[in-house]
């Protein structure tokens, strides 16, 4: 992208400096792809294991593939490939990623070419849209500077005005406004969705050929999201890009992607268009992937996700042996009967907690007004809200971690104190609670045994021994095994310790389990093994729950209740059919209208 | 960022069958990989090097008192006295002392004030920041002002004052070093703690009214080890420096001991007649203060790299 050849570039629809008669140009008329990936292998550094093993990929213009896996699949480590780029401790060990550039003859080999002119390609022609807007920019510098400082890097246009002129264009075509002030903001000062667009305008900015995204809308709110999909997917079409979208989510998979490829500890297992793979997976953990994704309709049972997932395997063992190809599919159909909600064990009725009238500011900032909430005997609310609405606050001020709320929360008719510390030994065993991220819920340097025997310390009345004996049996109860006792939490996966913190919660015969957004740190397929868990210990132990989530399709897989928070006010308030089929409020609808679906 | 600091997560044994034996994952060979502060340190050449020069004047220090050829203590008015001696491997003194043996004894006093001061130093400090982090509020500030206060006054001066008022004795010139040194401890102890008091499980341990101090000595503290290691091992450099100078400028051990700053202060007038009794305490305080402080940077290195992936 030298000024001279950009001065010489002929212009496309869309602006596009381009050589007529690049490899691009000669790709597209002949109908053939933009993006080769052939046989891809990737291993580690230390030991050569090989981390992505024969990945084919093909991507023509103006499609979109998304790349779906769980985390460790390597999903990321394909799109960063595309890029030229390995993270360190991994290394290129076979295979090409080819691309054909719109800026010269000859097609780019991003696997064997230097880093002088991978540098020249990256942000031009091949752009990447991280995960995590808020980190991705640089809080030190206005945004419209960061847009023009890809343009300057890869010497667009040949001056500034023409610069500035793209930067405003691109910006108007992600749908943020281009004005001088809109230019000279901060990072901090927009949200996340506009931040997460001014990472597409920066990737858009040089009218790219091939796109790589990297779960571009996992830190968004579900109206946020819906919003930023739609621009990816518009921006893809008319700026013909080759989009590889690398998601975790098969809902946003079905509302964008043409074609859809699942990968699984580094192998592709299935490829094709989206409808297909989606309504008639293949492979078997296509569909294991399938049953986990928990719908609004309730249909796809996830609270019983273990027991289907074996029923897939043992109906693909029965489709292997009887060579009937049809009878795999056919067991997973077979259920899609709407279910009830999961059967409460007791009766309902007496309210365990009533929240009355709670209220809590920072400073300035009010995040509780007035809230009344109430948690009845083996039943589970389900607490939902976006991002700031306070949710995490409200549960925060029911288990007792926050203190300066006022109000009043009382448990069994008894007034509760503000803080654990001041409440009975009794009530402090009753009500537990367990942590958004098991990333930092457990002490990293502390075994399972003794993190779990905390609670039971503090109880006081057991021994040593006996306490063992009740961490033993919470691991077994949550179905890690006794064997994980020895075991430290940097030996665990995601899913692993967040079963351990809910067996934590469990040692000392709660009766009231609030869990803050347990799920929202782990795989779709994790999610519904810990939501079965869920279900099975309320079974049990006739627990009551507080579900607390921002994920409305979980509502009729975990509660019979549901409260919808909306900037610290409770908005809506019902038996969950009622408020899933009628909303009372505006706000419940606008969530229910936004939500991704299969 | 899961994604990256779980590679394991592919084989989720969550998603394992709750009627089996558990995990697929062997358990025996995780324990033989695992990575710790201490193998992470070890790895680095430096910590190598750092320890072997450590260890040399360390084992001079401890194993010198047991092999000396000759008395090592008596003043002048002992000197009439002195048994006949032979000029020995580096020659004597003005006083006629051998070099060689004073500075076999000599190195002994130094390094236990030295770890003693920056034991203390470090106990006070590591009190002080992690009561600060953790309990906050107008104590939080009140301490940290103090420090402030404390670390406006310059080491040496501060030193200079106290052993003027309090006298040359060795309990002065350990708590004096330890109480300059705090200051600057309860800082990084500070900042190390209120990262960690930010995480989930010490919230999990306050929902549990786990009691105050537990909480420091059981969940804080393992996790701050790293950067606390860093400081002592700098602090401990600081220590050593400091005490060799007060020695070497009369105020810490006092004639006629054996001691590396005070030979030096003695030996310096005769530099060019008698090169040895300068030359000698100068090269054992160099190297171990090069020594400790490669082994503090090789902490340091392996504790940045430690804090990556932990979570």
């Known amino acids: 992208m030298s000024r001279a050849r950009s001065a010489e570039a002929t212009l496309t629809p869309t602006g596009a400096p381009m050589v007529d008669g690049s490899a691009w140009h000669e790709q597209v008329a002949a109908g053939g792809d933009v993006l080769e990936i052939e046989d891809l292998r990737i291993a580690t550094t230390a030991g050569g294991r090989e981390v992505v093993r024969g990945v084919d990929l093909h991507l023509r213009q103006g499609e979109l593939l998304a790349l779906v896996g769980e985390s460790g699949s390597g999903k990321t480590t394909v799109g960063l490939a595309t890029l030229g780029h390995f993270r360190s401790g991994l290394t290129h060990a076979g295979g090409s990623v080819t691309i054909h550039p719109s800026n010269t003859t000859a097609p780019a080999l991003m696997t064997a070419l230097g880093e002088e002119s991978l540098r020249r390609l990256r942000g031009s022609r091949v752009s990447y849209i991280p995960q995590d807007p808020a980190l991705s920019l640089n809080p030190a510098m206005r945004v419209g500077e960061q847009i023009g400082e890809v343009l300057e890097i890869h010497e667009f246009g040949s001056s500034e005005a023409e610069r500035i002129e793209r930067v405003r264009s691109v910006l108007r075509e992600v749908g943020l406004p281009d004005d001088d002030a809109y230019r000279r903001r901060w990072p901090h000062q927009l949200s996340g969705g506009q931040q997460q667009r001014i990472g597409i305008a920066m990737a858009f900015a040089m009218y790219p050929d091939v796109l790589v995204l990297d779960e571009p809308t996992t830190g968004l709110d579900v109206s946020t999201q819906a919003v930023v999909l739609e621009t990816i997917r518009e921006m893809t079409v008319t700026n013909r890009v080759a989009a590889l979208y690398i998601t975790h989510d098969l809902a946003v998979v079905a509302e964008i992607a043409d074609r859809v490829a699942v990968m699984l500890q580094g192998e592709l297992v299935e490829e094709g268009p989206t409808d297909e793979v989606l309504r008639a997976p293949r492979h078997r953990y296509t569909r294991t992937l399938l049953a986990a994704v928990p719908d609004l309709a309730g249909r796809n049972r996830i609270g019983e996700f273990e027991a289907r997932r074996r029923a897939v395997e043992a109906a693909e063992a029965d489709a292997a042996r009887t060579s009937d190809p049809d009878s795999g599919p056919a067991a997973a159909r077979g259920e899609d009967r709407p279910v009830a909600a999961p059967a409460p064990a007791a009766a309902p009725g007496d309210p365990l907690i009533a929240v009355r009238d709670v209220s809590l500011s920072y400073g300035e900032k009010q995040v509780l007004s007035s809230v009344d909430l109430t948690l009845r005997a083996g039943e589970c609310t389900l607490l939902l809200g976006e991002s700031g609405s306070g949710k995490t606050t409200l549960s925060r001020s029911i288990a007792g971690l926050l203190d300066h709320w006022s109000g009043s929360i009382s448990y069994q008719g008894t007034e509760l104190a503000p803080s654990t510390r001041r409440r009975s030994l009794a009530q402090r065993q009753d009500i537990q609670y367990v942590f958004q991220s098991p990333f930092s819920s457990l002490n990293p340097r502390r075994t399972l045994g003794q993190s779990l025997a905390v609670p039971l310390e503090m109880s006081g009345d057991l021994s040593a021994a006996e306490r063992t004996q009740r961490v033993r049996e919470a691991l077994d109860a949550v179905r890690l095994g006794r064997a994980f006792i020895d075991r430290r939490p940097g030996d665990l996966s995601g899913g692993e310790r967040q079963r351990a913190a809910i067996a934590r919660a469990l040692v000392n015969m709660p009766r009231v389990l609030i869990c803050d957004e347990i799920t929202s740190a782990l795989d779709v397929s994790v999610q519904a093994s810990i939501i079965d868990l869920l279900t099975r210990l309320r079974e049990e132990r006739g627990l009551s729950m507080l579900f607390v989530t921002h994920n409305i399709a979980l509502a009729r897989h975990v509660a019979e209740r549901v409260a919808v928070l909306d900037h610290g006010v409770i908005v809506d308030d019902g038996p969950t059919d009622q408020v899933l089929t009628a909303p009372s409020n505006t706000y419940t609808e606008e969530l229910l209208a936004n939500i991704p679906s299969l | ?311």
């Not at chain 2, 084992?59 to 002992?78: C, E, Q, R």
């Not at chain 2, 400081?231 to 005490?243: F, M, N, P, V, W």
């Open chain 2, 1 to 311: 960022m899961t994604h990256a600091t779980t590679p394991d997560s592919a084989v989720d044994p969550t998603t394992v069958d709750p009627s089996g034996a558990g995990p697929a994952r062997s358990a025996p060979d995780r324990p033989a990989r695992r990575s710790t502060l201490v193998t992470r340190t070890w790895a680095q050449r430096q910590a190598k090097v750092g320890v072997v020069l450590t260890a040399l004047i360390v084992l001079i220090a401890v194993i010198g008192p047991l092999l000396l050829p000759w008395a090592t203590g008596y003043t002048a008015t002992g000197f009439a006295d002195r048994p006949f001696q032979d000029t020995g491997l580096f020659g004597t003194d003005n006083l006629g002392r051998d070099v060689l043996s004073r500075f076999l004894a000599g190195g002994t006093s130094l390094l236990l004030y030295s770890v003693l001061a920056t034991a203390l130093g470090l106990f006070l400090g590591m009190l002080f920041g992690m009561v600060a982090a953790y309990i906050g509020g107008w104590l939080d500030a009140l301490i940290m002002r103090s420090n402030d206060v404390l670390l406006a006054i310059p080491q040496l001066v501060f030193a200079l004052l106290a052993i003027t008022v309090l006298g040359p004795q060795p309990w002065v010139l350990v708590a004096v070093i330890a109480i300059t040194h705090a200051p600057r401890i309860a800082r990084v102890t500070r900042a190390a703690t209120l990262d960690v008091i930010g995480e989930d499980y010490i919230r999990a341990a306050e929902m549990y009214a786990v009691p105050r101090r537990r909480i420091l000595f059981r969940e804080v503290l393992p996790n701050i080890t790293g950067p606390l290691a860093v400081e002592a091992g700098l602090r401990l450099t600081y220590s050593i420096g400091a005490i060799a100078s007060l020695s070497f400028l009369g105020l810490g051990m006092q004639p006629p001991a054996a001691d590396w700053g005070l030979m030096i202060n003695e030996n310096r007038i005769a530099l060019s007649l008698q090169p040895w009794g300068v030359m000698l305490p100068v090269l054992a305080i160099a190297v171990l203060t090069i020594g400790t402080n490669l082994i503090a940077d090789s902490i340091a290195r392996a504790s940045a790299s430690a804090n990556v992936g932990e979570k």
